[in-house]
Nanobody
Framework: QAQLAESGGGLVQAGDSARLSCAAS????????TGWFRQVQGKEREFVAA????????YYADSVKGRFTISRDVGKNMMYLQMNSLKPEDTATYYC???????????????????WGQGTQVTVSS
């Protein structure tokens, strides 16, 4: 079992930056993939970024590439999402997720992740 808890959301203005954190506890690490997804009410959960715990390979959605950076601190069991040049369309509830044995072709698929945090709201005003 793994437990995930996000923090760092809030209200920001367009063009601003924000950083989300995800604290992981329990069974994590090793060959896990941890990622960030976001969801707007009434829409499907959308992949944002992911990182392989072992090796640090990163993956990004095209919509955030060049603006968002995912990172992890293995020693602290923490994952981060640095979000720069935020846009109103980035407004969503952001979730961190983790799962073991996720192949590259499934990294962007929510159902591939077994563990989820409770979500943190990010609102970007124009």
């Amino acid at each position: 079992q793994a437990q995930l808890a996000e923090s760092g959301g809030g209200l920001v203005q367009a063009g601003d930056s924000a950083r989300l954190s995800c604290a992981a506890s329990g069974r994590t690490g090793g060959r896990y993939v941890t990622g960030w997804f976001r969801q707007v009410q009434g829409k499907e959960r959308e992949f944002v970024a992911a990182v392989r715990w072992d090796g640090g390979i990163t993956y990004y959605a095209d919509s955030v590439k060049g603006r968002f950076t995912i990172s992890r601190d293995v020693g602290k069991n923490m994952m981060y999402l640095q979000m720069n040049s935020l846009k109103p369309e980035d407004t969503a509830t952001y979730y961190c997720a983790a799962g073991g044995g996720i192949i590259t072709s499934s990294v962007r698929t929510p159902s591939a992740y077994r563990y989820w945090g409770q979500g943190t709201q990010v609102t970007v005003s124009s």
